[in-house]
């Protein structure tokens, strides 16, 4: 209860001086409100009614076809059900979630239930049946959360039946369950056979009569009668049904037509060709002349042959006579160079029926070439030909130059170069073979270039002298003290060697510099700006440019040098 007023104070008969108290017995309760010196008393009546529970009982399963009376029965009860029903009781036939509240004095419970229907299907198993011999029946149980129990006491799903008989099955949940059974017969299938593959010989008749009483008879060409007269290649099927069982049978018919002759009529072959004799004769067995068993031979040599095809009871045997004429060979030669100028007679088969050369240009058994490229010539000697070709290159005779005579340093081995035409191989005097040849010894050097057996030769005199060589060498001390020895520092070169260009700079230990000179003749004096320079090490470079008989170089020099007193 709240009487909540700003700013005022409050007593309650309960003795409680909050805006709001809660209340749990019956009583007549009241508060004094004060304000601003003002004070108002309100008084109520609360009654509190007797408490209660019900229930509508546990969450069940029932037998599809069974019913549950639920009872909220209650004295001076007023009732409400999810459906929206008042009474005090309600009759539940399938499977539902339920709940209803009771009021009495004003007081409200509510309660709920789930109820669960199995309705367990009939006619589990289908109707009695009758199977063929050598077939099966699978039967199936598909009834979600129940166990399955069959007349083995077996509890799989799928029960095969591949014998006649009475079978039974009970499916259960819970306290539910339902059985069924069905009874399966078996009928004989028909038995018979077309007999095995067979073969006919050329007019040859095969009569098919499979009888089998009380049958019907369907061929695979839609004829239904027997018996049947088979005088064709091809494959037969019968299925005779007796009862509505059914079996097949097929037989493959093979009609041997034998041919007049197996083998081609005499012939003649030119030398180095084959003949292969081929023998197509279906389902047939093959023997030859030498009792080889194969469908084809190869002939390579003159002679008769025979050959032989079994078939069964069928069989014939054919023979050929094979005589060779000889090749009208020749020999063109090898393939061949010539050098620019030269010629070449060529010479095929004299004597052959006729001779064809590539050329066009002649038919006698002789011609001449003198130009590159491939010649060939087919000769013809009783419709037998053979064919030799050669080709033939035209090599330019090479160039080869070493040069005008040499003279050279003999300071170290001279290299002679030898310049040739593309391709050419070369052979010096001494053996060798590369493009060029090393020696310090004077003389007279030839070189040769062949291109094949195309050549020519280069020689030149080579003579040697002393060679003037640029070397430097620089003192490493010198004492400027005036008596004309080792007064100068400078590096002394040959002096047959032309200087270009020149440069010396000396420095003192913390790199300043104390002389520089252009002049290969300048050394040097030990002075700095006119004045002694102390005793010590002192460091240089200098650069030079010079033209020795090695040809043009150049040098750059470091070091360290000591002045002495």
């Known amino acids: 209860m709240d009487v909540a007023n700003i700013g005022a104070t409050y007593r309650w008969n309960t003795g409680a001086t909050a805006s709001r108290i809660r209340v749990t017995q019956t009583n007549t309760y009241y508060v004094d409100v004060s304000l601003n010196g003002c004070t108002k008393r309100d008084s109520i009546l609360v009654s509190f009614a007797p408490t209660f529970r019900y229930s509508l009982g546990r969450d069940t399963t029932l037998c599809a076809g069974e019913s549950l009376l639920l009872d909220a029965s209650r004295v001076n009860a007023s009732y409400r059900w999810n459906n929206g029903n008042t009474t005090a009781t309600r009759t539940l036939t399938q499977t539902e979630t339920v709940w209803s509240d009771v009021t009495v004095e004003g007081c409200k419970v509510r309660d709920s239930i789930k109820v669960q229907f199995i309705d367990l299907p009939r006619g589990l198993l289908g109707r009695d049946t009758s199977l063929c011999d050598g077939q099966s029946l699978p039967l199936q149980v598909n009834v979600p959360g129940a166990t399955i129990r069959w007349q083995d006491n077996s509890s799989a799903n799928v029960f095969t039946v591949t014998q006649a008989g009475l079978y039974s099955v009970r499916a259960s949940a819970g306290r539910c369950s339902v059985a069924d059974s069905i009874r399966v017969d078996y009928k004989p299938i028909p038995i018979f056979s077309l007999g095995p593959d067979t073969l006919l010989c050329n007019s040859e008749v095969l009569n ?145 029926d006729q001779v064809i050369w590539n050329t066009g240009s002649s038919t ?20 037998c030909s053979f064919t030799d070709s050669i080709k033939l290159d035209v090599n330019a005779i090479p160039t080869v130059t070493l040069g005008p005579d040499t003279l050279v ?157």
């Open 208 to 352: 098919l009569n499979p009888s089998v009483a009380g049958g019907t008879y369907r061929w695979n060409d839609g004829q239904t009668t027997i018996p049947r007269q088979i005088n064709q290649t091809g494959t037969y099927s019968l299925a005779i049904d007796l009862n509505g069982c059914s079996r097949s049978d097929t037989i493959a018919v093979q009609v041997v037509n034998l041919p007049l002759r197996l083998l081609a009529n005499d012939t003649t072959l030119c030398e180095g060709r084959t003949l292969t004799l081929q023998l197509q004769v279906p389902r047939a067995n093959y023997l030859w002349q030498d009792g080889s068993t194969t469908a084809s031979f190869t002939v390579n040599g003159a002679g008769i042959y025979w050959a032989q095809a079994n078939a069964g009871r069928c069989q014939i045997r054919d023979s050929i006579q094979v005589s060779y004429n000889p090749l009208p060979r020749f020999n063109l030669g090898r393939d061949t160079v010539l050098c620019t100028g030269e010629s070449l007679t060529l010479l095929a088969f004299t004597g052959a």
């Open 364 to 383: 006698s058994s002789s011609i001449n070439v003198s130009n590159a490229g491939i010649y060939s010539a087919r000769a013809i000697l009783l419709n």
């Open 409 to 565: 340093c003999d300071d170290k081995p001279h290299l002679l170069r030898a310049s040739a035409s593309t391709g050419a191989q070369l052979l010096w005097q001494d053996g060798s073979a590369l493009a060029t040849l090393s020696t310090t010894t004077p003389g007279t050097y030839w070189v040769r270039a062949s291109n094949d057996r195309c050549t020519s030769t280069d020689s030149l005199e080579l003579s040697f002298r002393q060679c003037i060589v640029f070397k430097a060498f620089t003192p490493n001390a010198f004492s400027p003290n005036g008596n004309t020895t080792n007064d100068v520092f400078r590096p002394f070169i040959n002096e047959f060697v032309q200087v270009n260009g020149y440069e010396l700079q000396v420095f003192d230990r913390w790199g300043g510099q104390v002389f520089r000179s252009t002049d290969i003749n300048t050394g040097w004096d030990g002075l700095i700006r006119g004045q002694q320079a102390p005793q010590g090490v002192y460091i240089y470079w200098f650069k030079i440019e010079y033209v020795d008989d090695k040809g043009a170089g150049s040098e750059l020099v470091r070091g360290e040098v000591s002045l002495i007193r």
